[in-house]
């Protein structure tokens, strides 16, 4: 049981590159969120998708798009990176829309140069 | 927006000495939640409290969710080096399911 697995687990882009973060859980969890993680930021909310083939905006969405392709998947892709795109991204699942436990994945760092 | 505050950001702690975390909310809770994430690691839940003035333990670990369900609390007794890492708190309000996260406070403990 592998619970929440992301691939890659580093990336360096150049500015203007593209790539897409894969995440896939094994739970039959409902839920699944992408988060980035900044020094001093804590967890911000980029996209989340409450149910296969929905998906909503979090709180810092804009450069991304998401896709749930499945119940177990759900990318983050990045058009065309920069460099404020460094981050360290987390994905995440929970059981389903009543403020349930996070399960999160080992986390991709990104650098975009 | 729903803002989640969490202080100290740092806190250097001899072993053995106690720990506490503060973390507060703008909004009414409909529960808080607690992770820790290792260095290097990634964010694990801890504990989830859901009523009012609620208090849990688990070992030297004891959580409290405020009356007013804007505030939580976490403490640690007698901190050991494996206590090292950043505790978050995280809560859903406002009718929404998804928690916010509070930017979390780093705990170093020195042996």
């Known amino acids: 049981n592998a619970g929440v697995t992301q691939t890659p687990k580093f990336q360096v882009l150049k500015t203007g590159q593209s790539m897409t973060l894969q995440c896939a859980q094994d739970?039959?969890?409902?839920?699944m969120y992408w988060y980035r993680q900044d020094p001093g930021m804590g967890l911000r909310l980029i996209y989340y998708?409450?149910?296969?083939?929905?998906?909503d905006k979090g709180e810092v969405p804009n450069g991304y798009n998401v896709s749930r392709l499945n119940k177990r998947e759900f990318s983050l892709r990045l058009e065309s990176a920069a460099p404020s795109q460094t981050s360290v991204y987390f994905c995440?699942?929970?059981?389903?829309?009543?403020?349930?436990?996070?399960?999160f994945g080992s986390g991709t760092q990104l650098s975009v140069l | 927006g729903q803002q989640v505050m969490q202080i100290p950001q740092y806190q250097h702690v001899q072993e053995g000495e106690d720990f506490t975390t503060y973390c507060n909310s703008s909004t009414t809770l409909s529960n808080i939640q607690w992770y820790k994430q290792r260095p290097g690691g990634h964010p694990v839940f801890l504990i989830q409290?859901?009523?009012?003035?609620e208090v849990k333990k688990q070992k030297r670990l004891t959580f409290q969710f405020g009356e007013a369900k804007k505030n939580s609390s976490l403490h640690i007794t007698a901190t050991q080096t494996t206590d090292v890492g950043t505790y978050f708190c995280a809560g859903p309000s406002g009718g929404s399911y998804i928690p916010t996260f509070g930017r979390g406070t780093s705990l170093i403990v020195h042996p």
């Open positions: 739970m039959n969890h409902n839920s």
């Open positions: 995440a699942s929970s059981d389903g829309q009543r403020g349930e436990k996070l399960f």
């Open positions: 998708s409450a149910s296969e083939g929905t998906t």
């Open positions: 409290l859901v009523k009012s003035g």
